[in-house]
């Protein structure tokens, strides 16, 4: 039994698998871009000028190209949030790593010298020849467990009590987990990777080594404002921050402008989010669609011609979008019904 952060754990009731995880995150890439666009357009001339951390945690220096886990949530485009449901929902992201089961050996046998005799077990099976075996039990070796091995590493899938205490542990920090249900689904996954943007780590949403010493180190984000209600936005690490005088209080995994060049309407546009000094000028409560026809955008805040936070069903680790910055629908959801940010609010982006 271990114990994290105050609760007992016990054995993994179902582990994710980290190859299917890491599939999983390949798929991701194919996610489709954000849906952005108002009644203004974004500047066609507009440079892209994202970056992303180095990756510090195992795997590859380069960003992950990948995508959803089945989850963050599989196939999920409803515009409703659920604790685990949307998050990324179409988005999850990356998941990966492996380990090879561990083996027991199923016991030894040995035969006495001396036909007839037994080999010093409390029961034996007599051979044929008058030979005991003995191996089967009364060899001072108790039967194989059966159950499975718990793994070093956390991963999308998993559901125990340890991913409960995660969970917790994450909410406490400030991360965007709505649920303690001891199940990693699509919204621990988002939370997971805000914490790894955090700090500095390899964006795969799996919980190894690095990321468990993140999360028992308290890594979070430092405001940069210091005074009033401000939607920061970190354009390098990729992360929204609900800031209240100086204090992070809220912290969500998101996807900006990727950089690409697209066609909208005969014209080509850089999918491009300006850093700045901003103001929420404009919110659709509902489902919008994009007037350059783009998709769909759940319940947006526009803070700058059309650029806009919104909800999203594939929220990947990377920039993704066509310049509006992406959050999960639940994310959206806590931003319009619990925080505010109504019109006014200031966006700061960096």
């Known amino acids: 039994m271990r114990v994290m952060h105050g609760r007992a754990t016990h054995g993994v009731r179902r582990v994710g698998s980290r190859v299917l995880g890491t599939l ?127 793994p070093d590493y956390i991963a999308f899938g998993e559901s125990s009590d340890r991913v ?66 401000v939607l920061e936005i970190d354009i390098n690490r990729q992360l929204v921050l609900a800031v209240e005088d100086g204090q992070v209080v809220k912290i969500i995994n998101a996807s900006s402008g990727n950089g690409e060049t697209y066609e909208a309407k005969g014209n080509t546009y850089t999918a491009y989010t300006p850093r700045g000094s901003f103001a929420v000028y404009r919110e659709e409560n509902r489902m919008y669609s994009s007037s350059l026809e783009l998709g769909d955008m759940w319940r947006p805040k526009f803070f700058t011609g059309g650029i806009a936070v919104h909800g999203s069903s594939s929220v990947p680790a990377f920039p993704a979008s066509h310049g509006c910055v992406r959050v999960s629908n639940s994310a959206m959801n806590w931003i319009w019904d619990t925080w505010g940010a109504p019109s006014g609010t200031p966006v700061v982006v960096y």
């Open 164 to 229: 409960g205490d995660l969970q917790q542990r994450l909410q406490d920090l400030g991360y965007f987990v709505t649920s303690v249900d001891d199940s990693f689904g699509g919204e621990t996954q988002q939370a997971v990777f805000a914490l790894q943007k955090a700090g500095g780590l390899y964006r795969d949403g799996v919980v190894g080594d690095a990321t468990k010493a993140a999360v028992d180190n308290g890594v979070v984000p430092q405001a940069q404002t210091s005074s009033g209600k």
């Open 24 to 150: 999983g995150a390949m798929a991701l890439t194919a996610g489709l871009l954000s849906a952005c666009g108002g009644q203004e357009e974004p500047p066609a001339d507009a440079g892209a000028t994202t970056s992303s951390p180095t990756p510090e945690e195992s795997a590859p220096s380069a960003e992950p190209g990948a995508g959803e886990p089945g989850a963050e949530e599989p196939g999920s485009s409803s515009p409703s949030a659920s604790a685990e449901g949307d998050t990324g929902a179409g988005a999850g992201d990356e998941t990966g790593d492996g380990r090879d089961d561990v083996s027991d050996d199923a016991g030894s046998s040995g035969d006495d010298e001396q036909p007839g005799q037994g080999n010093g077990s409390s029961q034996g099976d007599d051979s044929s020849d008058g030979k005991s075996n003995g191996n089967a039990k009364g060899n001072g070796k108790d039967e194989k467990d059966d159950e499975p091995e718990e």
